[in-house]
């Protein structure tokens, strides 16, 4: 049964395939190429305005701003936009005071690291404010600071209008490319938690890291988490659905995921901390821990698995039949909630 299930594992997509290296391939090139219209646009339009002849301060935006999450774009550069009229207020006020000397400058540092703390957004500086402010400041000629006020709002504005709309990310698409992942995870798991459980490891024996147990259960709550933070963030989108593809609609799925995660780590722990005494209960959750997982796996597949939620309740009645005990309760338990979430989630195909 064991090997079966192993054999039933290999032939599943896995993580590192071609066509996820060929994902991430457009992706990073997606990235580029926003990133070169960004900053390539607002520069030519400040040359045609004359504010310089080369305003590197109109393309930097694209550069300081543009991060993975895209659609943080027009916070950030309003963000920027304010620390640069800032640094140009207090450069400005400053130089028109004080001359260019040993006296001015610590003056203006005091101040524009003020400004650069009285300005922050979620615990993080705005050191635009002190970039623009040293900027203009080594810069003493006449019309420079309306320049450079100019030019970072040209790149800002374009940065904050066009960057998200740039070949936006389908949050969707990578959560489903996650959601992947950790069913191949998953399945490799629970066949190592049936080898353990047919034949326990003696007393000593060392556990899975804990930290890599901790990243494959909380992915789940990751991949939720993610995909709210990347649906319906801008309004100049058009909102992107959960279209239902081949393997069916993706927020149902990943519920599942989520859901049985807890009773998933609960059932693992409980088989890998389980004494190498000779426990004909723990070598006969085996079958039904495979069972289970292929039921499992082909939910998150998207796939039918009425039929194996099926068997794998009749192994669990017979093992409960077998190993009345409390603690065979306990081990079962994991095994037991999984079911029922499973059979929540098929609805009327579980009957």
């Given amino acids: 049964m064991h090997d079966m299930f192993r054999m039933f594992r290999m032939s599943r997509p896995v993580r590192g395939s071609g066509h996820g ?6 992706g990073r090139l997606a990235s580029a190429a926003r990133l070169l219209v960004c900053a390539a646009l607002p520069w030519y339009a400040c040359v045609w305005l004359g504010t310089s002849t080369a305003p590197v301060a109109a393309a930097l935006p694209a550069v300081l701003i543009l991060r993975g999450d895209v659609f943080a774009a027009p916070r950030l550069a309003l963000e920027r936009l ?55 400041y080594s810069t003493p000629v006449p019309g420079y600071p309306l320049a450079r006020l100019m030019e970072s709002a040209i790149g800002i504005a374009v940065v904050a209008l066009l960057g998200p709309l740039l070949w936006p990310p389908d949050p969707y698409r990578e959560t489903a490319r996650g959601l992947e992942e950790y069913r ?36 789940p709550y990751e991949l939720s988490a993610a995909l709210e933070h990347g649906t319906g963030r801008l309004l100049l989108l058009p909102p992107r659905r959960d279209a239902a593809d081949e393997a069916g609609p993706l927020w149902p799925r990943l519920r599942l995921a989520a859901r049985t995660a807890p009773a998933l780590q609960f ?47 009749e192994l669990e009645a017979a093992h409960r039949a077998a190993h009345p005990g409390a603690r065979d309760a306990v081990l079962r338990a994991g095994i037991h909630l999984t079911q029922q979430v499973l059979a929540e989630h098929l609805g009327p195909a579980a009957d």
């Avoid at 000397?101 to 500086?125: D, M, N």
Wanted: charged content about 15%; aromatic content about 4%.
């Fill in 267 to 313: 059932l693992t722990r409980e088989v890998e901390t389980r004494p190498a005494a000779d426990d004909a209960s723990a070598r006969a959750m085996a079958p039904l821990i495979e069972a289970t997982g292929r039921a499992l796996d082909e939910a998150l597949r998207g796939g039918p698995c009425a039929d194996r939620l099926r068997l794998a309740r």
């Fill in 82 to 136: 304010a620390g640069v009229a800032v640094g140009v207020l207090l450069s400005v006020a400053v130089l028109h005071w004080l001359p260019t000397g040993p006296l001015s400058f610590p003056v203006l540092l005091v101040c524009a690291c003020a400004g650069t703390y009285l300005l922050r957004h979620g615990g993080s500086p705005n050191q635009q404010v002190l970039i623009t402010a040293l900027v203009i």
């Fill in 184 to 219: 191949t995870g998953l399945a490799d798991r629970l066949a190592r938690t049936a080898a353990r459980a047919s034949a326990p490891a003696p007393a000593g024996a060392p556990s899975p890291a804990p930290v890599a147990a901790f990243a494959l259960w909380h992915r």
């Fill in 21 to 26: 290296n060929g994902r991430a391939s457009g």
